[in-house]
């Protein structure tokens, strides 16, 4: 069975400034794709980026970007220059073939 | 044009009674999904239907029973609803049979109050 685990419940960070947050996960499947998802308070879930297993290129999207290391089934994002708006719940989830397994969450809060 | 949409956003009802929910896409995706995000914001996938086919069905009560009329809408109906049911749910959709490998859309959610 796969899983997803995000070891930091909550987090806060000064706006501006760079954080990370961490996420692992466990599978035997050698073809997958992990995702970032952000739930603002307004509770719509966001795709923030999506690294396919296949590729060695780290996944990047404005001020966001991941750092997969698959030996290690690790999965960061890295939110640089934050701002009021990135303030959500983030979710790292994994599919392989079959559904989409999320994380707890880490609750992010960026203070002005 | 919202891509995923849910009706009704919020629910409050009294435990017992039967309620549904609604879901469309127009992203011309073949695979639905309903999640269920429980109070600690935990989310996790209830049902999965490609092309009106249902694909996954996890451990699910059977008072949950969604429906697929087409491709585009996936509803979901519960029935003798409990306490433990409050919780906001999600549809989401995704574009091939395959689609746990493609990126997922969310609809907005239903929060539900079972009273």
């Known amino acids: 069975a796969q899983t997803v685990t995000q070891s930091q419940p909550e987090m806060s960070v000064q706006e501006a400034e760079t954080v990370t947050l961490s996420c692992t996960y466990d599978t035997s499947e050698s073809n997958y794709y992990l995702f970032w998802y952000k739930q603002p308070p307004s509770r719509q879930m966001i795709l923030v980026i999506r690294q396919e297993a296949y590729k060695q290129q780290n996944a990047t999207e404005n001020r966001f970007s991941v750092n997969f290391q698959k030996a290690a089934k690790s999965f960061s994002l890295k939110i640089s220059d934050s701002q009021l708006g990135d303030t959500a719940m983030y979710f790292c989830a994994f599919t392989g073939y079959e559904k989409l397994t999320f994380g707890t969450g880490t609750r992010l809060t960026i203070i002005p | 044009d919202t891509a995923v949409s849910q009706t009704p956003k919020y629910l409050v009802t009294q435990m017992g009674n039967d309620k549904s929910i609604k879901c469309e896409q127009n992203?011309?995706?073949?695979?639905m999904y309903w999640y269920k995000q429980d109070s600690k914001k935990f989310l996790k996938i209830m049902f999965s239907?490609?092309?009106?086919?249902?694909?996954i069905n996890e451990t699910v009560p059977n008072r949950f029973s969604p429906k697929s009329p087409d491709k585009a809408h996936l509803n979901l109906h519960i029935n003798s609803l409990e306490l433990g049911d409050s919780a906001v749910y999600f549809c989401?959709?995704?574009?091939?049979?395959?689609?746990?490998?493609?990126?997922?859309?969310f609809g907005p959610g239903t929060r539900l109050l079972v009273l």
């Open positions: 989401a959709s995704s574009p091939r049979e395959r689609g746990a490998q493609e990126t997922q859309y």
């Open positions: 239907y490609n092309n009106k086919e249902l694909i």
């Open positions: 992203l011309g995706h073949d695979t």
